[in-house]
């Protein structure tokens, strides 16, 4: 009996601590290692410095010089300036002014020599020089670098309102700015519903439709003239994205329509006419066709569509009930953010002298159409058209090149643009972060997102100390970095596998082992810290073997 007795306590010993080793290896090492290999990583993220984007003011410093022929009137024109651009809301101009002698100025007579002048002031990029002259014709005359001159007569007002519409555009730029913050509250204006959006890249597809080859011949070399005209254009423009240009024929196209046939001026002549409210209708068979979404930076089409006989002369008519062009062969239009389409008529002698089944061979116009595409572009990057203002002139463009000012003006509005869509970026991107906690975070996700934030701080930085042109390269990298971080696809990894669905599977898996293992906890419990009853039980176990001796030996 005894023997039986002092054997119970080895096994309860060794049964306790087969307990304590699984409960050692499944809530000790089991649970953890679950915990951890079930976790969705995350690297941790500057969500306030990314929420301290609301307040960033971003504004642009612009250097102006004002070269007078008096102090009187230099210091009254940089003082007037800074007052009426006090207010603005993105800029803050940096004025200063200077008096120029009479003599350097009175036997400069044309343009070229006030060029001379103007190239001894330092500008730098964004920088502008306002110079009066003495021999000028015009009130205003806006050079094709970055300097304005106004002759002695010019009011401060005319002065004001060229620099205001033609140069800073800030009104334009503040809009830009407020309806990519809060679309919803701001409607952009014709130029902002024009432009293309801002990208890194750009596909120009120069297009040639032809819609009857077999009456209709073309004689022209499309290539040459991607390569001669519309690539220098836009390697001029380099600084502010890649082109990339692109040129292809079509055939068998015809208009989805069919045109309206009017009467001409004489009575034995009609021509075809094209309502321009009905212009949209025709980019949408053209879309199917130009093949332009060949990757993944917009595409700017231009077209020229070749008018066959049957339907020439086809013109298009205003709104109003007026033809567009009434002494061309030629007919434009220009389509927001798709591009620009040429219609070009064959001359009515050739058509008419062709016999019925004898094709017709047409030469196009290449200056004629060059310009116009040269001008569509300018309107579809963000050059627009200046609007009329008494006095004022601009010097013609020379060549394909464009005006240096104007290049400016371009790396403002894209600035703006890019600093704009890089903090609304993040901003979206961390607010996703927080809501939905099974996104996965990898370090190259957060590392971007990081340089992003870095990108946008020093770029508005930039800006505000004038330097526009490092302003500008920081933020096309913010701009790029933020939408790849964005759009990086390693976002998606566990959005499949929400937090329920992982206790749902792995509950039932881990509770039938578990429950045995938590009620042996009580028992290691009882063994190793034994409480009143235990200690009790103890004592009646010795008394009662203790008695069970003293009756042995009697």
Same mark, same amino acid.
């Given at each position: 009996?005894?023997?039986?007795?002092? $054997?119970?306590?080895?096994?309860?010993?060794?049964?306790?601590?087969?307990?304590?080793?699984?409960?050692?290896?499944? @809530?000790? !090492?089991?649970?953890? @290692?679950?915990?951890?290999?079930?976790?969705?990583?995350?690297?941790?993220?500057?969500?306030?410095?990314?929420?301290?984007?609301?307040?960033?003011?971003?504004? !642009?410093?612009?250097?102006?010089?004002? *070269?007078?022929?008096?102090?009187?009137?230099?210091?009254?024109?940089?003082?007037?300036?800074?007052?009426?651009?006090?207010?603005?809301? !993105?800029?803050?101009?940096?004025?200063?002014?200077?008096?120029?002698?009479?003599?350097?100025?009175?036997?400069?007579?044309?343009?070229?020599?006030?060029?001379?002048?103007?190239?001894?002031?330092?500008?730098?990029?964004?920088?502008?020089?306002?110079?009066?002259?003495? &021999?000028?014709?015009?009130?205003?005359?806006?050079?094709?670098?970055?300097?304005?001159?106004?002759?002695?007569?010019?009011?401060?007002?005319?002065?004001?309102?060229?620099?205001?519409?033609?140069?800073?555009?800030?009104?334009?730029?503040?809009?830009?700015?407020?309806?990519?913050?809060?679309?919803?509250?701001?409607?952009?204006?014709?130029?902002?519903?024009?432009?293309?959006?801002?990208?890194?890249?750009?596909?120009?597809?120069?297009?040639?439709? &032809?819609?009857?080859?077999?009456?209709?011949?073309?004689?022209?070399?499309?290539?040459?003239?991607?390569?001669?005209?519309?690539?220098?254009?836009?390697?001029?423009? $380099?600084?502010? +994205? &890649?082109?990339?240009?692109?040129?292809?024929?079509?055939?068998?196209?015809?208009?989805?329509?069919?045109?309206?046939?009017?009467?001409?001026?004489?009575?034995?002549?009609?021509?075809?006419?094209?309502?321009?409210?009905?212009?949209?209708?025709?980019?949408?068979?053209?879309?199917?066709?130009?093949?332009?979404?060949?990757?993944?930076?917009?595409?700017?089409?231009?077209?020229?569509?070749?008018?066959?006989?049957?339907?020439?002369?086809?013109?298009?008519?205003?709104?109003?009930?007026?033809? +567009?062009?009434?002494?061309? &062969?030629?007919?434009?239009?220009?389509?927001?953010?798709?591009?620009?389409?040429?219609?070009?008529?064959?001359?009515?002698?050739?058509?008419?002298?062709?016999?019925?089944?004898? *094709?017709?061979? /047409?030469?196009?116009?290449?200056?004629?159409?060059?310009?116009?595409?040269?001008?569509?572009?300018?309107?579809?990057?963000?050059?627009?058209?200046?609007?009329?203002?008494?006095?004022?002139?601009? /010097?013609?463009?020379?060549?394909?090149?464009?005006?240096?000012?104007? !290049?400016?003006?371009?790396?403002?509005?894209?600035?703006?643009?890019?600093?704009?869509?890089?903090?609304?970026?993040?901003?979206?991107?961390?607010?996703?972060?927080?809501?939905? $906690?099974?996104?996965?975070?990898?370090?190259?996700?957060?590392?971007?997102?990081?340089? *992003?934030?870095?990108?946008?701080?020093?770029?508005?930085?930039?800006?505000?100390?004038?330097?526009?042109?490092?302003?500008?390269?920081?933020?096309?990298?913010?701009?790029?970095?933020?939408?790849?971080?964005?759009?990086?696809?390693?976002?998606? *990894?566990?959005?499949?596998?929400?937090?329920?669905?992982?206790?749902?599977?792995?509950?039932?898996?881990?509770?039938?082992?578990?429950?045995?293992?938590?009620? $042996?906890?009580?028992?290691?419990?009882?063994?190793?810290?034994?409480?009143?009853?235990?200690?009790?039980?103890?004592?009646?176990?010795?008394?009662?073997?203790?008695?069970?001796?003293?009756?042995?030996?009697?």
């Amino acid at each position: 009996m005894g023997a039986i007795l002092s $054997s119970d306590q080895p096994k309860e010993k060794y049964r306790v601590y087969a307990s304590l080793s699984f409960a050692v290896l499944l @809530l000790g !090492i089991g649970v953890p @290692l679950w915990w951890h290999t079930t976790t969705v990583p995350r690297v941790t993220l500057p969500y306030n410095g990314i929420d301290e984007l609301s307040q960033m003011d971003i504004k !642009i410093t612009t250097k102006i010089t004002v *070269a007078a022929l008096s102090h009187n009137r230099a210091e009254l024109l940089a003082h007037e300036i800074r007052r009426i651009f006090a207010n603005a809301e !993105i800029y803050q101009l940096d004025v200063e002014y200077q008096v120029i002698s009479n003599n350097l100025l009175a036997s400069v007579f044309t343009y070229h020599e006030l060029e001379k002048v103007a190239s001894t002031f330092d500008l730098d990029v964004g920088g502008l020089l306002l110079l009066e002259a003495i &021999n000028l014709n015009d009130a205003v005359l806006v050079g094709s670098k970055r300097t304005l001159y106004f002759s002695t007569e010019t009011s401060i007002a005319t002065l004001i309102q060229v620099l205001s519409e033609w140069i800073l555009r800030d009104k334009s730029m503040a809009l830009t700015k407020n309806a990519l913050a809060e679309p919803t509250l701001h409607s952009l204006d014709e130029e902002n519903r024009r432009r293309f959006p801002a990208s890194p890249a750009y596909d120009v597809l120069v297009t040639l439709v &032809n819609p009857d080859p077999e009456k209709l011949k073309i004689d022209w070399d499309l290539k040459i003239v991607t390569e001669e005209y519309i690539q220098p254009f836009l390697d001029e423009l $380099s600084v502010l +994205s &890649n082109f990339s240009v692109k040129s292809q024929w079509l055939y068998l196209l015809p208009l989805d329509m069919n045109p309206r046939r009017v009467p001409d001026s004489s009575p034995s002549r009609k021509h075809f006419a094209l309502r321009e409210s009905v212009l949209p209708q025709l980019v949408t068979p053209l879309e199917k066709k130009l093949a332009s979404q060949v990757s993944l930076h917009p595409c700017i089409n231009l077209v020229v569509y070749m008018v066959p006989c049957d339907n020439a002369p086809l013109h298009i008519y205003t709104r109003s009930g007026h033809r +567009s062009r009434t002494d061309s &062969n030629m007919e434009a239009f220009l389509s927001p953010r798709w591009g620009g389409v040429v219609l070009i008529n064959p001359l009515s002698e050739i058509c008419e002298s062709a016999q019925e089944d004898e *094709a017709v061979t /047409v030469i196009p116009e290449e200056t004629a159409i060059v310009g116009t595409f040269l001008a569509q572009l300018r309107l579809l990057l963000g050059i627009p058209e200046m609007t009329s203002i008494n006095g004022a002139t601009t /010097v013609p463009l020379v060549g394909l090149k464009s005006r240096d000012w104007e !290049i400016d003006s371009l790396l403002r509005f894209r600035t703006i643009e890019q600093l704009t869509s890089a903090k609304l970026t993040l901003q979206s991107l961390a607010r996703l972060l927080k809501e939905i $906690s099974n996104i996965v975070i990898t370090d190259v996700v957060g590392n971007r997102i990081k340089t *992003a934030l870095d990108l946008v701080h020093e770029s508005a930085k930039l800006l505000e100390r004038g330097d526009l042109e490092r302003s500008f390269i920081l933020s096309k990298e913010a701009f790029i970095i933020s939408e790849a971080a964005f759009s990086d696809p390693t976002l998606l *990894a566990l959005l499949y596998f929400p937090e329920d669905q992982k206790y749902a599977v792995y509950i039932p898996l881990f509770l039938p082992a578990m429950i045995p293992v938590i009620l $042996s906890l009580k028992n290691i419990q009882k063994y190793y810290f034994p409480g009143k009853d235990n200690t009790k039980k103890k004592m009646e176990h010795k008394e009662r073997k203790n008695n069970e001796e003293s009756k042995t030996e009697s």
